[in-house]
């Protein structure tokens, strides 16, 4: 009937009782006539509570050595699921991402993948054994343990389908899927029975969580069927497709652990050279006339300290008490009401913008980060619950 990837997300293992509800869950599908390949993540907070025994130690631990360290936290999941599904008569084999051969590049905490060479897991297949990967983590060509960074489990899952030219993927997490906002945000936020990858992409790039962008990105280039559903609950959850839902706002997203710079275009140079050598990457650049707007994820920032300590040497401006708000649609640069409507909102509310950016599916805005959560609100009501 051919192979299935499943992936778990952190909360979906994050206690032994759960690892066993995944094992029966894994189980039944086998039972179904599939072949399963099931990727997962570290135990809950297994992650931060492994940086932060680093930090304890010193704040900019080293790249590699911290690689080491975390890739620890999946192994610990694989093993115990696997110990799961033996229990229940199920014959598996864990793997580490290198076992698996998730081969990335060099680059640590942050890599991406070059290639797979799925040879060990196929063999284990042919053996009718379900396959237990851990996600988030690789080995490079060198021979180095990689991590993937920020939704590296994600993506493990969606290459590893398209490798092994599975039937589809299903991204289990904590939630019934992918909804119109962060349910955290707002209260009574729209589940979507279907959206498009470029909508799912904008939507991943600007501050959703249920899915990693590096993992989109490989399921649009391979057009694989990629499901987000509830680990726990039953349902169809979230179909990620390649046709495009016409809706003008499907989503509103936010951000609000950022550092946003703006400078002249004549001191771009420098800034450039220094972020290549610190190794600090930058989510987005905004130009408006002879103006430039970084944006920067706290998260992508090993040392943050540093980071705003040579700002402030070289004189640049910059902010970490703002935020970001996007609307997510469909060709929203076609709609000039939604920005006369959006403005309004703006205006009576008395909420302050400093910058703002529109391409084919995003129209974001920089606002006040304690701001962020009304406009997320006010936005919701405006553009989806009407």
């Not at 025994?53 to 690689?67: G, Y």
Request: charged share 25%; aromatic share 8%.
């Amino acid at each position: 009937m051919g192979i299935i990837v499943q992936k778990y997300g952190g909360t979906s293992v994050s206690s032994i009782d759960k690892i066993r509800k995944i094992a029966e869950n894994i189980y039944k599908t086998k039972k179904k006539g599939h072949e399963v390949v099931v990727v997962v993540s570290a135990m809950g907070n297994t992650t931060n509570e492994l940086l932060d025994m680093a930090s304890r130690i010193t704040d900019t631990p080293d790249r590699r050595e911290l690689d080491m360290l975390l890739t620890t936290g999946e192994r610990q999941t694989i093993s115990l699921l696997s110990i799961a599904l033996k229990n229940l008569g199920q014959d598996a084999i864990s793997l580490t991402g290198s076992q698996s051969g998730i081969i990335t590049n060099t680059v640590h905490n942050k890599a991406k993948i070059l290639e797979v060479r799925p040879y060990r897991i196929e063999d284990a297949i042919n053996e009718s054994k379900v396959v237990i990967v851990a996600g988030f983590q690789g080995v490079s060509y060198l021979k180095e343990i990689t991590t993937l960074g920020r939704g590296g489990s994600d993506t493990t899952a969606l290459a590893l389908t398209a490798a092994l030219n599975a039937l589809y993927c299903e991204i289990y997490s904590d939630v019934d899927g992918v909804f119109s906002a962060n349910p955290k945000v707002v209260k009574l936020p729209q589940k979507l029975d279907e959206i498009s990858y470029n909508q799912m992409l904008a939507m991943s790039e600007n501050g959703a969580k249920v899915l990693a962008a590096d993992a989109v990105r490989f399921a649009k280039h391979y057009k694989i069927k990629l499901y987000s559903k509830n680990a726990f609950k039953s349902g169809e959850g979230t179909f990620i497709t390649d046709e495009a839902i016409m809706k003008t706002i499907v989503a509103v997203t936010s951000e609000d652990n950022l550092i946003i710079l703006t400078m002249k275009k004549t001191n771009l140079e420098r800034l450039l050279i220094w972020l290549m050598e610190a190794d600090i990457f930058y989510k987005e650049v905004w130009q408006n006339n002879d103006e430039i707007t970084f944006i920067f994820d706290k998260t992508d920032i090993q040392d943050e300290n540093y980071f705003l300590g040579w700002l402030d040497r070289c004189e640049v401006e910059y902010f970490s008490d703002r935020g970001k708000v996007s609307l997510i649609g469909n060709k929203l640069y076609e709609d000039p009401m939604l920005l006369i409507e959006a403005n309004n909102i703006l205006d009576k509310y008395k909420i302050k913008t400093y910058g703002f950016n529109l391409r084919d599916l995003t129209a974001s805005f920089i606002v006040d980060k304690d701001k962020v959560k009304e406009l997320v609100n006010l936005f919701h009501k405006e553009f989806i619950d009407k």
